[in-house]
Every structure is written in C-alpha cells, then in structure tokens.
C-alpha cells in the first residue's frame, strides 16, 4: 500500500510533465496535440539508437530531446500555421486532426524504421529506502529529474520575463501584444518546449522500464488524461492532476488489475468533463 | 491627404487613414498630429470610430488606405508588439488584463521584454496607490475602476512616451470617473503625451488642450478644448445643453 | 432537371404522373448509379478469396463512413469512437447468439440497440453539457479505449488479445465467398437511402442549418439538442448494426484489432475526408478510394499508416472539405463557361 502510493506520485510527476506539454499547447492555441506521445517516443527511440552507436548517454539524451523539440518546433513553423488563421470551432478542429494525422506519420515511421528499437536506460546502484520502501535508483533518479523540470517550469513562469509573456499569452493575446510580446514567437517557443518536456517523460519512463514505437498512443493518452482532469491551459493543474492520476493508477492496479486501471482513468477524464469541463484548476471556458 | 506630410516636431502624426472591419471602412481619410507633451482628445459618440482609430494606429487592424508615423519613422502595418515596443502604448476600453496574473505581474508585463525598472513600479503605485494595497490580487478580482488603474499603470511600465486610451472612463461610476481623471492630469503634468478617446466629453475637454470632434467615421471639428467646449454644436450632441 | 423542367409545358396528365414520381426518385439516382456500378465488382473478383474479402470489407467501411456521416458530418459531433461503437455492436451480437443461444437475427438487431444505447448516451450527456467539438472527442475516445482495454481484459467474454470465432452465422450466407459483399452493398444502399430521406427531410433541414449557424438554427425554432441526439444515435445504430454483421460473417472472427481505433477510426476518417464530409455518396468514393489504395500498397503495410497521416494532413490542409465537392465545384464551373 505505502509503496503503490509513493510509486504512484513518483509516476504522477512525470504524468504531470507528459500533461504539461499538452495543456500549454492547446491553452496558447487551441491546438489539441494528438501526436505528443509519438513526439515523446520518437526523442527516445533517437536516444536509443544514439547510443547504440556508442555515444555516451548525456549527449545523447540531449540530441532525443533536440529532436522531440525540432519536430513539434517545424510543425509549428508550418502546418500549423494554417491553423492559426482559422477561428474557433474550426482552429480547433483542424489543429486536432492535423496533429492525429502527424500522430500517424509518426506511428507508421516508427512500426516501419523502428519496430522493435526500445529505450532501457538501466541506472545502476542497490535500491535505496525511503519512508521504509525500496525504491531503485532508476526510480529515484527518475523522479528528482522529474521534480527538478517541475521547479525549473514553475520558476520559470513566475520569475522570468518570457514565461511570463507566455502565460499572459495564453490569458489574452491581444493584451500580450500591447504589452509587447509577440504570439508567434512565443507560439514557436512553446512548441518546441513541449516537444522537449515529452522527450524527457520519454527518457525517465525509460530508466524503469523500456521505452519503444508501442508506447505512442498511451502515452498521447496519458497526457490528454492529465491535462483534462488538471483544466485544459492549466500547468499547476496538470502537474496536480499528473500526481492524482498516478496514484490512483497505481492503487488500482494494486488492488483490482492492470486492464480496469486504464479504464479507470478515462473515466476520470470523462467524468472530469462532464462534471466540469475546465477541469481541477482550469479557468471556465469563455 | 489634406494636409501635406511633412518632417515635423510631431510625436505622432496620422495622414489620410482609412480603415475598417471586411472590406468596409468604419473610417475615412482621418489626419492629426500630436506634439511632445501634449494632451488631445478625440471625441464623438458610440460608435463613430474612436477604437477603430486606435486600432488602426497600432496595427491591430490593417488600413485600407493611409500612413502613421509615430517618432519620426513610419509605423503602418507595423506589427502590434513592435509598435508597443516603440514606446507607443494603448489602453483599449476593454482593458484586455491577465485576469490569473497578480497586480505586479500584470505591471511587470507592461514593461515586456525589458527588466521592469522598480522606480517606475513605485511611480504608478505613487499615481494609483489602491493598486499598491492590492498587489498581489490577481487582476480579475479587482473593481472596475481598480482594472482601470491597472491597465493605465501597466501600460506607463513600458515608459511610453506616447498613451493612448480608448474611453477610460467606461464602466465607471461618475465619482470614480472624474479620480481616474484626476490621475490622467497628473501624468500630463508630469509630461507624459496623452491622446484620449471618450464620450464623457466635459472631462476630456478639461484634461486636453485641444481636441477633434469624430463623427461617422471622419474628423470634423477641431480646435482649443475651450473653443470646442463653447462650440454650440458640441454642446448640444456631448454635452447635453440644450 | 432544368430539361425536365423546360419541357413541363408541354406534357400530358399520364406523363406528368410519371414525372411526379420520377422527380420524387430524382434524389435517390445517384445511390442507384453507385450501387449499380459496386454491384458490378464481383463479376471481376468473384474467384479470388482473399480479394472478395478486401472488397467486402470496403463495403463495410462504407458502411461505418455514411454513419459516421450521420453523427458527425451532419451534426458535428466529433464522434472518435466509430470502431467502439461497432465492436459493441460485434461483441455484443457474438455473446447474445452464442452465449446466450437467442436467433441470429435477433441477437443483431440487440446489438444494434446497444450501441445505438451508447452512442445516444454520449450524444445526449454532450448535448445535456453543452460540450464543445474538442470535449465530444475527448469523451468519444475516453470510451473507445476504454471499450479496447475492456476487450482485452475480459478475456471470458471477448477472449483478450486472441479474439473469438463467432459460431453463430457460420450456416448462413455470411460466410459464402460472394453474398457477404452484396449482405454488405445492400447495407450500405440501405444507410444512403436513409442518409439521403434524412436530408429531404424537416430533420435535415435542421441539421443543415445546425451545421450553417447553431444560433440562426435555435431562433428559428428547430429543436438543435433533440436533432443532435436523434443523429448520434441512429448513427450509433446504424455502426453496432454493420459491426454485428460483420462479427457474423467471413471467417466469423473478431478480435481486439478488428474494431481498434487504430483500425477503424483512423480508416474512416480519412475515407470520409477523402470523399467529403456532409455530401451523399462522399463516404463510399472514400472507402471504394481507400480500400484500392491499401490493396495496391499491400507489400508495405506498414507503410500504411504513414500514408494516411500524410493523406489526413494533406487533405485537411488543402482540400478541406473533401474530393466530392472539389470535382462537383470544377464541374460546375466547366458547365457555367
């Protein structure tokens, strides 16, 4: 029981980190990010085959990371750009699509290229305790990366002066640009972010477990799940959510099995809307 | 193009603009010029084309036809952050705040991207001291007449040295009006060049020196704020003498 | 039309009765064209197993492309779980005529009212909350995956990631070489005809002014929340139905990829962004279009789902509303010159 709770924060956080991607995308642009699991798993299939040639793990954790980033970062600079001249209804439901439709591309590149390359970062040292529970040193390092970004998120959208010309974009736009930021940058910024912040969840779900092309869609899945129940646009939200999810996810597996745990946190989403569509910590819908 | 361009002293200068919304001008052929240090108002009713004015200025909608210059150099179609950027700051009526962001916050992107100087920080809360007892309420909990604080002091933050304010009185009770009025002549005193659109004309004459009459898009009379307030045709549509 | 109608001057009372109900049947002609033109297909095909199988399955992708149409081109309910809907219906029907031992037929018609249950059910808690396109398909694809867990993990029931064969219609037609694909055409005729009354009807016409204008649709007194409903679950009806039929016939097996998003969904999509969201006949030029493509690109399967990212992307980006109006404007255009 102590050990699913402290296993299932641990793999909150980064349920929270895969949700943050997703939700500061569509809070800046209404863009639903259907391909950010397949972003994520792409980073770490680079990282993987990288280091299959023997580079050392740091600069190759960096180069996946790049990649997951420039990938969001391009579609940003193109596809998307036809999405943005759209409004409401529409804007969203094309940026939905397009980024399925990349999701795919994706998906299909990697079954073809990569079926089977997976990324195992195996962290080595004896399990350490904590709080009279045996936690691995892949685990822990996992989490500490994970809290780390979390802290560095969030000093960085209260302290510094583009994160907080990021939030005032996302709360409103025109505002932003009288104040003097420019949306299309911190559009692109922000996609690249994200495609960064993926890669990473990527790589630190590998250090317990393997990481590979039969990932995406769970992953684009959790990230929708969190960023749903935590309010679509919501950061603390998404991290708030993230943790919440993981517990439960954990618990339940624990208790009932692993095929109703996935059941059970889509019906959180779904609840989540139904209930309260702007979700734990998001503003209502204007 | 009535009056011909030519280099002046002016801080901003707007020729022959004409704009509007789809393929429709809201309005016409629209000329003025603001000097260094002065207060202007452009005043007219609902809907004349007051914010359409503002707005073409700044970019938020492009001109179909028309230049503005702002500080020498020519600003059509210049993008909206540039312009801000350039020291030309707007407060539209609708305030456009950050309604999760804390009152500092909210100041401290007025000032966007430069690191926010803590000495005009304490000048606006000098002007607007309610903003200082609020600082760290997010902008969406405050009064109407506190947002109008903030959206004024947020925009002083980027030390513009040109304002423009679209009706900054709307939504405001007629006391509260007439503080934010007060607050408006002390910035002009202090130097600041002001440009203000408004309805409530007897405090607009009283802050400007000189102002325009919009009506249906286009400019008509203009002249010395004393003038326009003895004008009997101002008197009857603003202000309410009959 | 406009030759029948300079005519009409000149027309006796027995030639006017004819035309009364040929102008009633006018609507329907272009369903009649199409199902003569796909009747035809077999007379080529009818030898090779494997290539009546692809054929038959187009037909049923036809199928869930003129429901979906319903949910989603008509009333703009982004409805991500076309596959979910129909693999109830599927499971549902396997269970009730093999488990339980009810008739064939009536375990599919059961079926069908399942998902037409559970679609309605998602169309009117999203009507009842007011949810925006992107919160339907949320919800939607919530209840898909949910639905793909459920059949992986209830392995007494669904038999997990093995599938089950279907008993039940294994004496029938069904699992002949060629009258799957006509069990099949029919349905798919049927579904136009219904599409195409649908829309000559005062339900159309809400649903036209839905898609046009929500709010001009309300002030003019069309009841848009009941409209929507109705559409979800018809539709939904319409998807457990030819997902039963399916369940019941070729080699009568179902497993958890045969009504996977990844299977279904994504197919559907793209064949009725292909064909054209909203018009008549756009979902089966999609499915016919698809299903030839993926056969000749049969030696790179896996190439597959590239392609038709790249086909959604492309589609989306430039030919937004699909094939069928982009040849129907080019035509109109040549015609006016």
Redesign the interface.
């Known amino acids: 029981m102590k050990s699913a709770l402290l296993d299932g924060i641990v793999l909150g956080l980064q349920y929270g980190l895969l949700g943050v991607g997703l939700t500061l995308i569509y809070g800046l642009t209404g863009v639903l990010n259907l391909a950010h699991g397949q972003i994520a798993v792409l980073g770490a299939v680079v990282v993987s085959l990288l280091m299959g040639t023997g580079l050392p793990a740091v600069p190759a954790i960096l180069a996946g990371l790049a990649v997951s980033g420039a990938v969001l970062l391009a579609l940003d600079l193109s596809v998307m750009r036809v999405v943005y001249r759209q409004e409401g209804e529409t804007r969203i439901l094309l940026g939905l699509l397009l980024m399925l439709g990349v999701g795919f591309m994706i998906d299909g590149f990697l079954a073809w290229r990569y079926p089977i390359e997976q990324l195992g970062l195996r962290i080595g040292g004896d399990p350490i305790s904590i709080l009279g529970v045996r936690m691995s040193t892949g685990s822990l390092l996992a989490s500490a990366i994970t809290i780390v970004t979390g802290l560095v998120l969030v000093a960085f959208f209260r302290l510094t002066s583009l994160g907080r010309g990021v939030r005032s974009v996302i709360q409103d736009e025109m505002g932003a640009r009288l104040c003097g930021v420019n949306p299309a940058f911190v559009r692109t910024f922000v996609f690249g972010l994200s495609g960064v912040l993926a890669g990473l969840v990527a790589v630190t779900r590998s250090m317990t477990g393997p990481i590979g092309a039969n990932n995406t869609i769970s992953f684009t899945v959790l990230a929708l799940i969190v960023a749903v129940v935590g309010g679509l646009g919501s950061v603390s939200g998404a991290f708030l959510a993230g943790v919440l999810l993981g517990v439960v996810d954990r618990l339940s597996s624990f208790y009932i099995g692993t095929y109703i745990t996935t059941i059970i946190l889509l019906v959180c989403a779904a609840l989540t809307i139904v209930a309260k569509p702007s979700g734990l910590l998001g503003r209502p819908s204007t | 193009m009535r009056e011909p361009v030519v280099v002046s002293g002016a801080i901003l200068s707007v020729a022959g603009l004409s704009a509007g919304y789809v393929g429709e001008d809201v309005i016409y052929d629209i000329g003025f010029e603001v000097d260094e240090g002065e207060a202007v108002t452009i005043i007219g009713s609902n809907g004349a084309g007051k914010s359409t004015l503002f707005r073409a200025i700044?970019s938020?909608l492009t001109p179909s036809a028309g230049t503005v210059r702002f500080d020498g150099s020519d600003i059509t179609g210049l993008?909206?952050?540039?312009i801000?950027?350039l020291g030309l700051?707007?407060v539209?009526a609708e305030?456009?705040?950050?309604?999760?962001?804390s009152v500092t916050?909210n100041l401290?992107?007025?000032a966007?991207?430069?690191?926010p100087d803590p000495a005009i920080q304490d000048s606006v809360f000098d002007v607007f001291p309610r903003l200082a007892e609020r600082k760290t309420q997010d902008a969406g909990t405050l009064s109407g007449g506190e947002q109008q604080m903030l959206a004024v002091g947020?925009?002083l933050m980027?030390k513009p040295s040109l304002l423009l304010l679209d009706e900054p009185t709307t939504g405001l009770a007629p006391l509260l009006a007439a503080e934010a009025y007060k607050a408006l002549a002390r910035l002009r005193d202090d130097g600041l060049t002001l440009v203000v659109a408004e309805q409530q004309v007897p405090l607009a004459l009283e802050l400007a020196s000189r102002g325009y009459v919009i009506d249906h898009g286009r400019f008509g009379l203009s002249g010395p704020s004393e003038e326009l307030a003895g004008n009997p045709e101002v008197q009857r549509a603003y202000l309410g003498v009959a | 039309m406009t030759a029948v109608d300079e005519r009409s001057g000149r027309v006796g009372p027995s030639v006017g009765a004819a035309r009364v109900v040929g102008q009633r049947l006018a609507p329907y002609l272009p369903i009649l064209v199409a199902a003569a033109l796909l009747a035809l297909i077999p007379l080529r095909y009818r030898d090779s197993g494997s290539l009546m199988g692809v054929a038959t399955e187009g037909m049923l992708f036809a199928a869930y492309a003129v429901a979906f149409n319903i949910i989603f081109g008509s009333t703009g309910q982004l409805f991500l779980c076309v596959g979910a809907l129909a693999g109830v219906g599927g499971f549902a029907s396997a269970i009730i005529s093999d488990r339980v031992g009810l008739p064939l037929l009536v375990s599919i018609v059961l079926a069908a009212l399942c998902s037409a249950a559970i679609g309605g059910l998602l169309s009117w808690v999203s009507v009842k909350r007011a949810l925006d396109t992107i919160f339907i398909g949320i919800v939607t694809l919530a209840f898909s995956l949910s639905f793909q867990n459920f059949v992986l993990g209830r392995r007494d029931l669904t038999g997990g990631e093995t599938g089950i064969f279907v008993e039940a219609g294994s004496d029938t037609l069904l699992h002949d070489r060629v009258s799957p694909y006509y069990v099949f055409l029919a349905l798919v005729v049927g579904y136009l005809v219904l599409y195409r009354t649908l829309q000559r009807s005062r339900v159309g016409w809400a649903f036209r002014a839905l898609r046009d204008d929500q709010l001009a649709a309300e002030l003019s007194g069309v009841d848009v929340s009941r409209y929507r409903v109705f559409a979800g679950t018809l539709g939904s009806a319409m998807l457990g139905l030819a997902g039963a039929l399916q369940a019941h016939s070729g080699r009568g097996f179902i497993g958890p990829s045969t009504y996977a998003f990844g299977d279904v969904d994504v197919r559907v999509l793209v064949m009725l962004a292909f064909g054209g969201i909203g018009t008549l006949l756009g979902p089966v030029i999609g499915a016919a279009s698809l299903t030839w493509l993926d056969e000749l690109l049969v030696d790179y399967a896996q190439l597959r789902l590239v392609l038709y990212g790249a086909v959604i992307v492309v589609l989306f980006l430039g030919f937004r509303r699909g094939i069928v109006p982009a040849i129907t404007d080019y035509v109109r255009t040549r015609i006016r010159r």
Do not use: K, N, W
């Open positions: 700044m938020m993008a909206t952050h540039r801000a950027r700051a707007y539209p305030r456009h705040l950050f309604p999760q962001m916050e401290l992107l007025g966007f991207p430069d690191r947020r925009a980027s």
